[in-house]
């Protein structure tokens, strides 16, 4: 159930505190879930066509994706102080905690303790699959509806998944398919 969304722009602590657990719980992955989670779902600071611009610019752009699209929040929010609240608060402590995991891993070679700390990595990877897959699920039974949208969806899903074409080779084969097709359906 997603909270309406809201008017008035969030503090800075808050942009900073929601991207705090953002990078707590999506620790290894799944920042797109927990993300949508959190600012759409929970916060009702953007709606899910908003968040899926943002999502599709930030994959656009140089860079890391997920810190992108905390950056492209934060903007919208409260411009440049608000990127800046976000960016801090999504990295700050998870680049803590993976220098201390490498350390330790590193320490620990040779003794009892390495594996688990590579089992750990492993179940945290994981579960970062599951929520994108699940969020991923669920943003496509809101959004994509249609015979074409579903079949150009298929397309580019197997095209990766299945066969491990690059995703930039796959791109530039599909969107003018895509684009062509949108044009040709579009209401007169």
């Known amino acids: 159930m997603e909270t309406p969304k809201t008017d008035a722009p969030p ?5 900073f505190l929601s991207f705090v657990s953002i990078g707590m719980m999506s620790f290894g992955g799944g920042l797109a879930a927990w993300t949508r989670r959190e600012v759409v779902q929970k916060r009702g600071w953007l709606d899910d066509r908003q968040f899926l611009s943002g999502y599709a610019l930030s994959q656009l752009v140089p860079g890391a994706t997920n ?11 409260r411009g440049t102080a608000g990127a800046i609240a976000c960016f801090c608060g999504l990295t700050a402590l998870p680049l803590a905690i993976v220098l201390l995991l490498g350390t330790l ?3 620990s070679q040779g003794s009892t303790v390495g594996p688990w700390v590579g089992f750990a990595l492993a179940g ?3 579960v970062a699959v599951g929520l994108n897959l699940g969020t991923g699920v669920r943003l496509a039974r809101r959004n ?9 969806t298929a397309i580019v899903t197997v095209s990766i998944g299945v066969f491990g074409f690059p995703l930039l080779y796959t791109m530039l084969a599909v969107m003018p398919l895509s684009l062509l097709l949108a044009w040709l359906t579009r209401p007169q």
């Not at 503090?11 to 942009?15: D, E, F, I, T």
């Not at 994509?144 to 150009?152: K, R, T, V």
């Open 124 to 126: 945290m990877g994981a």
């Open 67 to 77: 810190v992108n699209l905390a950056v492209f929040i934060g903007t919208q929010m």
């Open 11 to 15: 503090s800075l602590a808050s942009l």
């Open 144 to 152: 994509i509806s249609g015979l074409i949208p579903i079949a150009i």
């Open 105 to 107: 891993y590193l320490h």
